[in-house]
């Protein structure tokens, strides 16, 4: 399976977790969602740690735009990382309201570095 499709399935996942009434599997899985959809774009990382990973992404977005929106969305991928660290290894239980609104920053996330890559939105 490609990291393109199972970032698809991943973001679909989050969204039924939070029909369902699981929101912190919500945030984990939008967290991977966005980490595997920036692995497909960035294809040839040398690395699986999520700061270096947030590093080259700051780095691609900064050659295809600007600075100011490479800091944006490395800060919200890094953002994301924090959510899925509490949500998987931390005592913090997240709330349905904010886990929608955590799904919705990753899904956000994707559609922007989609546009920044010209791909089909």
Known sequence: ???LIKSEVLLKEAKKDLEHGSPNKAVSASYFAVRLFVEHVIPDLLTSKDDKIANALYRE???RANEEVAKRLKDVYMTLYTY???ADHRETLF???ES???VKM???LILEIKRIWGLDL
């Open 100 to 102: 929608k609104e955590i």
């Open 61 to 63: 977005v900064k050659r």
């Open 95 to 97: 709330e349905l309201e």
């Open 1 to 3: 399976m490609s990291k």
């Open 84 to 86: 899925r660290k509490m």
């Open 106 to 108: 990753a899904e956000s």
